[in-house]
């Protein structure tokens, strides 16, 4: 049975990696944005060691372009792997990312001894792909096995990556063709709306309203919800900017067309596919209502609306509650968090009530959104 995601892990995972999306925001050059990465994937998540390739002109290799942790040469053994070669190979080339931890135990292995001698337990490889179109590979090894949150992240991290490399190359590519413009396309971070266009390829994409800069974990639930429109099929979408929130409006693939027929091939009658369309979305319910916002699928019509208020907070938490906000980001109990500050359950108890009556929060997990998308907790 697959292990159930820790919202509020997974919550704090994609907050955390805002910082390293950040590092790469507006970078032009693809070997920095891969180092950025992997300098991020270490430094932030307690990885031994990870390491980026992109795929060559020709597309028949894979370069070693960046290497962070406990090897930080790019010009060994694994410097250039032909596709199809060893796991990183097959990854570029059947486009399946792959995730063991217990590695050591893996029969692909090369160096069986090298992962145990070094404590390699965990292992986690991701294609870089934008539009079905290999850009590269990643891959993270862990001294620890990696939980379910962290490869979700992961995913989602290599996603914003494949984009930024993509945009860089094209950048390149335009900037030797047209060495006269005095402005490049490719200056700023790719906004939203770009990325996805990039994912979406069924649906029709209206932007309505002016963009603006979101944090990761907003990025990941558009995202994932792109994701998912795109392999159900659809006719439209508007992602809408107004003053106080977010939206994505969705018009899905009916019955009726090609793409539904073969998504439903027992015509199923119209409830159970709602039904069948609010599983494909229960990974992003707790998220989004964490998040303050909400997702509607409409009881007539095959139609989602997915929307999340922007948030501009004074910090109105005192030390002691930022302190106990800390310790939920760890995943904490109650009665953890009580033995660790040498206080009573009921204590803590009575802070988180007062922090959620502060923050006007529904949930823990709102509350922790509220207090991270606003540099409370560090």
Not at 7 to 27: Q, Y
Not at 75 to 101: E, H, M, T, W
Not at 219 to 227: D, G, I, N, Q, S
């Amino acid at each position: 049975m697959a292990e159930v995601l820790n919202p509020t892990k997974l919550l704090f995972d994609l907050h955390r990696g805002t910082e390293i999306a950040e590092t790469f925001s507006g970078c032009l050059e693809p070997e920095v944005i891969a180092l950025r990465v992997t300098n991020g994937i270490v430094e932030r998540f307690d990885c031994a060691f990870a390491r980026i390739w992109l795929l060559e002109p020709d597309r028949t290799y894979l370069k070693l372009v960046a290497s962070s942790g406990m090897y930080t040469r790019t010009d060994g053994r694994f410097a250039k792997v032909p596709i199809g070669a060893y796991k990183v190979g097959k990854i570029a080339q059947n486009r399946v990312s792959f995730l063991s931890n217990n590695l050591a135990d893996e029969t692909w292995v090369g160096d069986r001894q090298w992962a145990i001698a070094n404590n390699i337990l965990g292992f986690a490889g991701y294609p870089l792909e934008i539009k079905g179109r290999v850009v590269g590979v990643l891959a993270a090894f862990s001294h620890h096995k990696m939980p379910p949150e962290f490869l979700e992240f992961l995913r989602m991290l290599c996603t914003i990556a494949a984009i930024a490399i993509d945009s860089a190359f094209k950048h390149q590519q335009e900037k030797q063709s047209w060495q006269a413009l005095d402005r490049h396309p490719w200056q700023e971070r790719t906004a939203l709306s770009d990325r996805l266009a990039d994912i979406l390829h069924s649906h029709r994409l209206t932007l309505v309203g002016t963009e603006r800069s979101l944090d990761l974990t907003l990025e990941y639930v558009f995202l994932r919800t792109a994701e998912i429109l795109n392999k159900i099929g659809g006719a439209y979408c508007r992602l809408i900017y107004a003053d106080t929130a977010i939206s994505l409006e969705a018009i899905v693939a009916t019955p009726t067309t090609q793409n539904a027929i073969h998504n439903h091939p027992h015509n199923y009658p119209h409830n159970h596919l709602q039904t069948w369309l609010r599983s494909l979305f229960h990974e992003l319910f707790v998220i989004i209502s964490s998040l303050g916002g909400t997702i509607d699928i409409h009881s007539t019509e095959l139609q989602i609306a997915i929307t999340i208020p922007f948030v501009k907070e004074a910090n109105p938490l005192s030390e002691r509650e930022l302190e106990m906000m800390q310790l939920l980001t760890q995943g904490l109990r109650d009665r953890d968090i009580a033995q660790q500050l040498i206080i009573s359950e009921s204590t803590v108890k009575f802070h988180i009530n007062n922090i959620l009556a502060k923050l006007k929060a529904r949930t823990r997990f709102q509350a922790l959104h509220l207090a991270m998308v606003n540099g409370w907790l560090q």
